[in-house]
């Protein structure tokens, strides 16, 4: 048995199953609840992660780095290489940050 920080317990056969589809559903695993209709409980992204395989863990990341893009005025997606790589402008920098899922980051000048 496993339970959310609500403490409604479910078996983790049942918590895998019901986590592993909600991710493969799409980006609303990103607000995922308890599974109790009652309770409103948020799933933490630590149970998650202990919860689903790496693949799901990867598109789980991808969702919430498409999600913390998407709500950030100053970073846009590059078109020609999808969520995995943004652009921030940081004004008055002249510059722009690519920033890649890995975390690591290269500056470009835009004079090149």
Known sequence: MQAAACGHPFRKKCWKGYVGT???DGPGCLVLRCPDPSCHAAVGHDMINSLVSNESKEKYSRYLLR???E???KIKC???LGYENAIDFEVGSESYNV???DAHS???DLEE
């Open 67 to 69: 999600t913390f893009v």
């Open 78 to 80: 590059c078109p020609a």
């Open 22 to 24: 909600t991710i493969n």
């Open 99 to 101: 920033c890649a899922e």
């Open 106 to 108: 290269d500056q470009v």
């Open 71 to 73: 709500s950030n005025h």
